[in-house]
């Protein structure tokens, strides 16, 4: 055997030697092939230079991943919403490896496997299936218990209609103006379905701007609210919720399917699925198909949706001075909803007696980012009094702030459609 | 920025917007409001009859709302309750002779090499 092997070793070497030296010429003639062997394989390698991301880079792109390892860092460092800032992180980088254009390859090119992919962005199928889970997973009762808590949610929804207002100022027509709007909403899903129907060119800024100022929902929002919510007010306490029976669960989501559609139709896709998740929950009778809804299909959609936004943030569509306004217009509508919401909490207190008073800072919850921005109530109301729980409080306008949005993308949809 | 710029159908949709996502919550609260009264009216009807029958001034709106502290409350006697019961034992001790079923696994009769012994 070894024997074999020494042989087998000693004529390829021998078989190699041909090409080493002028060796390629020996070996074109023996093999009829000419002169153009060389060619043919400078050729190989020119194509294939010619293919690879080093060819075809541009600094754009650099910046671009540059982006997306940024955010990368942020979910795995800081913990900002790290189950959509990694997605949409490696989305950025996979939508900016630079290649060569017209191979089915990219975000954008008809028949690529990313282009099927993001068809569910770009005809608003994820955001609805993402709500199905978030209904699914959300529990009203705070809600249900105190219901004109929903009001700060409707408050809190200044923000969507003052950016609306800003980007018409700056220049954007009535629809890429709503859909910029709609980043103040501080609802990711709401925001790419809304903009895949009035902007689909800015989608990708829109999103990214209404996903990354989520995640930065604890950096934004407690200056605002010690800014706007004197000391005393922010000690308030309030009482505790009163318990909530299973008819009036089980009744909320089928009324408020009902009223919110038929005044909002155009809602429907968001809201529906809100409310069918919530009753999937609440019912009792379907507990596979909840527990199917909050997590094994709003995990499959969530890596979908943040990995194709992410990866339609392609530098050249995506680095234009339009997207940097985006942003601007985002942080400004992030700071104007929360401001709107701890206004209105204030002169609600005016209206208010006794116990029945509420702590101010659960305005800022009014704005959605859902949990995010009941947390940061619940941070700030502990900073200023270690036994003054908020969270529970602080839910009942954060899930009104989810259909507050989403009510007011339907009405931003009817209007500018 | 320059809001004279902005035209007045912009204008209305911010306004009118905002207005309509008001009333639509606002719609709302009513309704949750009344919801609770109309599925303890029938309770309520009870317990007015039974006070008038027992010719007592009770605050009826007390005695249908259960606050979180009650609730509580109540969670906590049950769940010491429940855990308690564990303490009430039969008392009668039942030593279970500990019985090794036959492994091959630690036998020694398979750590002997055999191979040179004659068959």
């Given at each position: 055997m070894k024997r074999f092997i020494t042989l087998f070793g000693v004529l390829s070497l021998l078989f190699s030697l041909?090409?080493?030296?002028g060796g390629f010429e020996a070996f074109a003639a023996g093999t009829g092939a000419g002169d153009t062997f060389i060619d043919h394989a400078s050729k190989g390698l020119e194509t294939f230079w010619n293919f690879t991301g080093f060819h075809n880079v541009h600094f754009t792109h650099l910046i671009m991943i540059g982006v997306g390892l940024f955010f990368i860092f942020l979910a795995i460092k800081y913990d900002y919403e790290p189950l959509l800032l990694v997605p949409i992180g490696t989305g950025v980088i996979l939508g900016n490896v630079p290649f060569l254009e017209g191979y089915k390859i990219g975000l954008y090119e008809e028949g690529s496997v990313l282009n099927y992919l993001y068809f569910g962005v770009q005809q608003g199928v994820y955001p609805p299936l993402i709500f199905l889970g978030i209904g699914a997973m959300t529990d009203f009762s705070s809600l249900i218990s105190?219901?004109?808590?929903?009001i700060l949610g409707a408050a809190a929804q200044v923000g969507i209609f003052a950016t609306f207002l800003g980007a018409s100022a700056m220049g954007f027509t009535p629809q890429e103006a709503g859909a910029i709007g709609i980043i103040g909403g501080a609802d990711g899903p709401t925001a790419i379905f809304l903009s895949s129907k009035l902007a689909p060119t800015l989608m990708g800024a829109i999103a990214i701007a209404a996903y990354s100022y989520m995640a930065l929902v604890p950096v934004i929002q407690p200056p605002i609210m010690r800014l706007i919510i004197p000391k005393r007010e922010r000690l308030i306490k309030m009482k505790p919720p009163r318990a909530v029976s299973k008819t009036e669960k089980i009744m909320f989501p089928i009324i408020g399917l009902l009223l919110t559609t038929f005044i909002s139709p155009s809602a429907l896709p968001l809201l529906g699925m809100l409310f069918f998740g919530n009753l999937l929950k609440e019912s009792g009778v379907t507990e596979r198909l909840a527990d199917t809804a909050r997590n094994a299909m709003i995990n499959i959609v969530t890596i979908l949706l943040g990995i194709t936004v992410g990866a339609s943030t392609q530098a050249d569509y995506f680095l234009t001075t339009d997207s940097l306004k985006i942003f601007g217009l985002g942080a400004v509508s992030f700071m104007v909803a929360t401001a709107g919401g701890l206004i209105f909490a204030r002169l609600m207190n005016l209206f208010l007696k006794g116990d029945n008073k509420i702590n101010p800072l659960i305005g800022a919850a009014g704005v959605s980012a859902v949990p995010d921005s009941a947390r940061v109530v619940q941070h700030e109301g502990l900073k200023n009094d270690?036994?003054?729980?908020l969270l529970m409080h602080a839910m009942a306008p954060n899930v009104s702030g989810v259909i507050g949005s989403a009510v007011a993308a339907g009405i931003l949809l009817s209007f500018l459609m | 920025m320059n809001l004279l710029i902005v035209d007045s159908m912009t204008w209305t949709i911010t306004v009118l917007g905002w207005f309509i996502v008001f009333v639509a919550l606002v719609f709302l609260i009513g309704v949750f409001l009344t919801v609770p009264k109309i599925l303890t009216w029938g309770t309520r009807r009870a317990l007015r009859k039974k006070n008038r029958m027992a010719k007592k001034e009770v605050v009826i709106d007390d005695e249908l709302v259960i606050t979180g502290e009650t609730n509580a409350a109540i969670a906590m006697a049950l769940h010491l309750y429940f855990n308690e019961q564990h303490d009430e034992e039969s008392n009668v001790i039942t030593i279970k002779e500990v019985k090794k079923r036959y492994s091959p696994w630690s036998s020694k009769v398979y750590s002997f090499n055999n191979v040179n012994f004659p068959r």
């Amino acid at each position: 055997m070894k024997r074999f092997i020494t042989l087998f070793g000693v004529l390829s070497l021998l078989f190699s030697l041909q090409f080493v030296g002028g060796g390629f010429e020996a070996f074109a003639a023996g093999t009829g092939a000419g002169d153009t062997f060389i060619d043919h394989a400078s050729k190989g390698l020119e194509t294939f230079w010619n293919f690879t991301g080093f060819h075809n880079v541009h600094f754009t792109h650099l910046i671009m991943i540059g982006v997306g390892l940024f955010f990368i860092f942020l979910a795995i460092k800081y913990d900002y919403e790290p189950l959509l800032l990694v997605p949409i992180g490696t989305g950025v980088i996979l939508g900016n490896v630079p290649f060569l254009e017209g191979y089915k390859i990219g975000l954008y090119e008809e028949g690529s496997v990313l282009n099927y992919l993001y068809f569910g962005v770009q005809q608003g199928v994820y955001p609805p299936l993402i709500f199905l889970g978030i209904g699914a997973m959300t529990d009203f009762s705070s809600l249900i218990s105190n219901p004109k808590l929903m009001i700060l949610g409707a408050a809190a929804q200044v923000g969507i209609f003052a950016t609306f207002l800003g980007a018409s100022a700056m220049g954007f027509t009535p629809q890429e103006a709503g859909a910029i709007g709609i980043i103040g909403g501080a609802d990711g899903p709401t925001a790419i379905f809304l903009s895949s129907k009035l902007a689909p060119t800015l989608m990708g800024a829109i999103a990214i701007a209404a996903y990354s100022y989520m995640a930065l929902v604890p950096v934004i929002q407690p200056p605002i609210m010690r800014l706007i919510i004197p000391k005393r007010e922010r000690l308030i306490k309030m009482k505790p919720p009163r318990a909530v029976s299973k008819t009036e669960k089980i009744m909320f989501p089928i009324i408020g399917l009902l009223l919110t559609t038929f005044i909002s139709p155009s809602a429907l896709p968001l809201l529906g699925m809100l409310f069918f998740g919530n009753l999937l929950k609440e019912s009792g009778v379907t507990e596979r198909l909840a527990d199917t809804a909050r997590n094994a299909m709003i995990n499959i959609v969530t890596i979908l949706l943040g990995i194709t936004v992410g990866a339609s943030t392609q530098a050249d569509y995506f680095l234009t001075t339009d997207s940097l306004k985006i942003f601007g217009l985002g942080a400004v509508s992030f700071m104007v909803a929360t401001a709107g919401g701890l206004i209105f909490a204030r002169l609600m207190n005016l209206f208010l007696k006794g116990d029945n008073k509420i702590n101010p800072l659960i305005g800022a919850a009014g704005v959605s980012a859902v949990p995010d921005s009941a947390r940061v109530v619940q941070h700030e109301g502990l900073k200023n009094d270690p036994n003054n729980h908020l969270l529970m409080h602080a839910m009942a306008p954060n899930v009104s702030g989810v259909i507050g949005s989403a009510v007011a993308a339907g009405i931003l949809l009817s209007f500018l459609m | 920025m320059n809001l004279l710029i902005v035209d007045s159908m912009t204008w209305t949709i911010t306004v009118l917007g905002w207005f309509i996502v008001f009333v639509a919550l606002v719609f709302l609260i009513g309704v949750f409001l009344t919801v609770p009264k109309i599925l303890t009216w029938g309770t309520r009807r009870a317990l007015r009859k039974k006070n008038r029958m027992a010719k007592k001034e009770v605050v009826i709106d007390d005695e249908l709302v259960i606050t979180g502290e009650t609730n509580a409350a109540i969670a906590m006697a049950l769940h010491l309750y429940f855990n308690e019961q564990h303490d009430e034992e039969s008392n009668v001790i039942t030593i279970k002779e500990v019985k090794k079923r036959y492994s091959p696994w630690s036998s020694k009769v398979y750590s002997f090499n055999n191979v040179n012994f004659p068959r």
